[in-house]
């Protein structure tokens, strides 16, 4: 259970002093989980961007134009806008012993302005000067103050995003609410740690951060350094590999049973696959292997490029356990990539003896039935599927392994839902995402890792080009030469996201329009098709019964169809570099070259010309996934699931990159120390990780 003192943590947001009704939907979207109401955890998380600096700056002739300003002035004189020019502005002068400034309002009421500044008082305003024929003048200034509310205005005032009906000043001050009904926690980091970092104590961070001393603390540069944002960010950062240490302790403990892999039966899956396994998958076997064979629970991340051939090592990882009379389950991220790994690996199963299942979302009643019956009494030994294998009625005779593919899908949580399914279940995760290092270990922790760092021989390279979408005519003319000479063709239209049905629209329009030129040759895909189409639409691509398929991104991840040499995408401008990659990945599978023409809409933005250029110049996944980086910047690579990172609220990629590893071995050493968290620090550790909401992690402590 949560521990009491986080309770205020934890309280609605509306629990504060004049956030009602009205203003909490406006919080809900600023700082929370969309679906989520905001709680003060959110609020306070939510770190300003920059600070502006309201002390008295000094006098009216020294006050730089084009700054933020503070000015203690007496008000002179009110002029209203005249009679009949009710666009004129209303100016109020206002001066101090150096001079004087007009502060301008434009469709402001006499009466308000009129208590605001009354003639002959002293006021504190707080506004952008700025020269106007060589007169200075304020428009709308930020603050008008008199004395008493400006000596209750703190010096520096923090700047936080915005969302539409909600200053920043109203969010300083629930904030500064907030913080006052938070507690200080237990310290959970190590004092040695803090003090070689110069870090804060947790609470008094948030307030260092909410109510900087000077404006500059929170200037961009500083920002990244600021010890009270790293503090910050490091406990998030604690939180996460905590978790992760966590799960692979648990995954680590001794099996209880190792596996010996059973040579004769492996030796016939190897004598069905029509192809040689390549050095790098050879390796990767053995790892696997020897993982097995060693009585502690494998977690394994395997990491090939698209098209390196992870699916074959997967299989023998899977003869590997079933030749010692245990199940697995190869999840995947779609409904049709499940179904084209089962088809695939069955007959290669089969000649070992082995029965291949698959089930997804999609089946339904006798037939799904009969594949829970099979997995319960043990006759299926290999099942393929998606999220519908974490359904609580699937439950296994014996599993074995657990295989994750395309694990950037799929979080933490499920990898712990599947474990459950057995006793002790072995786990190999996939994924063709190159993901750089740093971000593999904020993700994955330190799971053991294989890279299949060669592709299959005979791979020819892919000619890139990019073209704009006005010559059309011309790529459909090439590709109707290319299809007579027998190439099979993917044309990818774009998920534009507004909407999905538009999306489809536009696709189904693509393809009566092909026809027009293809006739029958012409298949389509998408989404929106139920999962029967699905399949037949992708069989008959891959048999060549059609032999232009056109797409929306559902074909992205994983399929395989290697007699396909060329690639048509759609508004190549809207993907993102990962994406193409993926996508591209679909062709250059078999051993004749292979083709890709991005078609662009003219003009392209920097952003996009440097992301086509890329795709140009190189295949090579590990490079295009840190070109990508660079592209988009740690902010949007952290912030987006595509990409992998479990969300981050605080830590920064760029500014805290040194922080992960030393986040990583600190778990490390807790958990080595004090394995069920049972010591003041692992008490107060629980708690961090129910601050940064990774405490799913704690249920295995109390399993183990
Ligand atoms: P990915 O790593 O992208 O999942 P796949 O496992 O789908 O790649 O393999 C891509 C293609 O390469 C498939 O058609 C597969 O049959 C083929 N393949 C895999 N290993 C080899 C190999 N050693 N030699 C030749 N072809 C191979
Ligand atoms: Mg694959």
Excluded at 479 to 493: D, H, K, P, S
Aim: aromatic content about 4%; glycine content about 8%; some cysteine.
């Amino acid at each position: 259970m949560r521990p009491s003192v986080l309770d205020p943590y934890f309280a609605s947001l509306t629990s504060l002093p004049g956030i009602g009704p009205k203003l909490a939907p406006l919080f809900d979207r600023l700082v929370a989980e969309p679906g989520v109401p905001a709680r003060v955890l959110d609020l306070v998380l939510n770190l300003p961007r920059a600070g502006i600096d309201r002390r008295v700056g000094g006098s009216i002739a020294e006050a730089p134009a084009g700054e933020t300003v503070t000015l203690a002035v007496r008000v002179v004189e009110h002029r209203p806008a005249p009679p009949g020019r009710a666009r004129a502005p209303y100016r109020v002068v206002v001066e101090d012993e150096t001079g004087d400034v007009t502060l301008v309002f434009f469709k402001a009421q006499r009466g308000w302005l009129e208590k605001l500044l009354p003639v002959g008082e002293t006021r504190f305003v707080s506004g952008t000067i700025e020269l106007w024929d060589g007169r200075r003048q304020m428009v709308h200034p930020d603050r008008i103050l008199d004395a008493r509310a400006f000596a209750a205005l703190p010096d520096v005032e923090p700047v936080y995003g915005q969302t539409e009906g909600l200053s920043t000043r109203v969010v300083a001050k629930a904030v500064g609410a907030a913080l006052e009904r938070v507690p200080a926690l237990p310290e959970w980091q190590d004092a040695a740690w803090l003090t070689r970092n110069g870090f804060p104590a947790f609470r008094d961070a948030l307030l260092r951060i909410h109510q900087p001393a000077e404006a500059g603390e929170l200037s961009p540069e500083l920002l990244a350094k600021n010890p009270a944002r790293r503090r910050l960010a490091y406990d998030e950062l604690l939180a996460t590999q905590l978790a992760l240490a966590l799960v692979r302790a648990q995954a680590k403990r001794p099996a209880g049973r190792a596996i010996a892999a059973d040579s004769a039966l492996l030796d016939k899956v190897r004598a069905a696959l029509p192809f040689r396994l390549t050095g790098s998958q050879e390796k990767a076997v053995a790892e696997i292997a020897a993982d097995l064979a060693s009585g502690q629970r494998m977690l394994r991340l395997l990491q090939g490029d698209v098209g390196s051939g992870k699916t074959a090592v997967a299989l023998m990882a899977m003869a590997m356990v079933a030749g010692a009379g245990r199940q697995s389950a190869l999840m995947a991220p779609t409904d049709i990539l499940a179904r084209q790994h089962a088809a695939r690996l069955a007959p290669l199963a089969a000649s070992a003896g082995l029965r291949v299942a698959a089930l997804t979302g999609r089946d339904k009643g006798r037939a799904r039935q009969g594949i829970l019956d099979g997995l319960a009494s043990g006759d299926i030994h290999i099942v393929v599927g998606t999220h519908a294998l974490f359904q609580d009625d699937v439950a296994f005779r014996d599993l074995g392994l657990a295989v994750v593919d395309e694990q950037h899908r799929f979080g933490v949580h499920q990898r712990l839902a599947l474990g459950a399914k057995g006793e002790a279940v072995d786990v190999l995760v996939m994924t063709a995402t190159p993901i750089p290092r740093t971000l593999a270990l904020t993700y994955f922790g330190d799971m053991d890792v294989s890279v299949l760092s060669e592709k299959p021989a005979g791979r020819q390279p892919i000619t890139t080009r990019a073209l704009p979408l006005e010559r059309l005519d011309e790529v459909v003319s090439a590709v109707g030469r290319a299809m007579e000479t027998g190439a099979r063709v993917y044309w990818i239209c774009p998920l534009v996201a507004e909407s999905e049905l538009v999306d489809v629209a536009a696709a189904q329009e693509r393809a009566d329009d092909l026809r027009r030129h293809f006739g029958a040759a012409v298949g389509l895909l998408h989404g929106k098709m139920a999962g029967r189409d699905k399949d037949e639409a992708m069989a008959r691509f891959a048999s060549g019964e059609t032999t232009l398929l056109v797409s929306t991104t559902v074909v992205e991840v994983g399929v395989d169809v290697p007699e396909a040499t060329v690639m048509v995408i759609e508004h190549a401008e809207r993907f993102g570099l990962a994406q193409l990659h993926q996508l591209r990945g679909r062709i250059g599978r078999g051993s004749d070259a292979s083709t890709c023409l991005l078609l662009y809409k003219a003009p392209l933005g920097e952003t996009a010309k440097a992301r086509i250029a890329i795709m140009r110049e190189t295949e090579d996944g590990f490079r295009i996934a840190d070109e990508d980086l660079k592209l988009r910047g740690e902010g949007e690579m952290l912030g987006t699931r595509q990409s992998g990172a479990p969300d981050f609220r605080l830590a920064d990629f760029a500014a805290d990159g040194d922080l992960i590893a030393a986040a990583r071995d600190d778990a490390r050493l807790v958990i080595e120390r004090d394995p069920q968290l049972m010591s003041a620090r692992g008490e107060a550790l629980r708690a961090l990780l129910y601050l940064f909401e990774r405490d799913a992690a704690i249920r295995l402590l109390r399993a183990g």
